[in-house]
């Protein structure tokens, strides 16, 4: 099985206090939770959905709700 990186655009804000990620536009694969490993636990994470059907076609640009809330537990967000 081959690995497909699809993040687009995604980023955090490491601050004194607070830790902040946002998805960007992508689908979902396993980077979420080296980023969770790395980065988390987030205080917040802004994980984007929309356009997600058809699933063969849209599945590594876009996640559907259930993919968002495995992000969610990825990155190890205290609130999404």
Wanted: glycine share 8%; proline share 6%.
């Amino acid at each position: 099985m081959s690995t497909v990186w699809v993040l687009w655009g995604s980023w955090c804000i490491l601050g004194p206090k607070y830790k902040f990620f946002f998805a960007g536009d992508t689908g979902y694969c396993e980077v979420f939770k080296q980023i969770g490993r790395v980065h988390g636990p987030f205080d917040l994470s802004a994980i984007p959905i929309g356009a997600y059907e058809p699933r063969w076609f849209m599945k590594y640009q876009h996640v559907n709700p259930e993919e968002a809330v495995q992000i969610h537990l990825d990155v190890r967000a205290n609130v999404a």
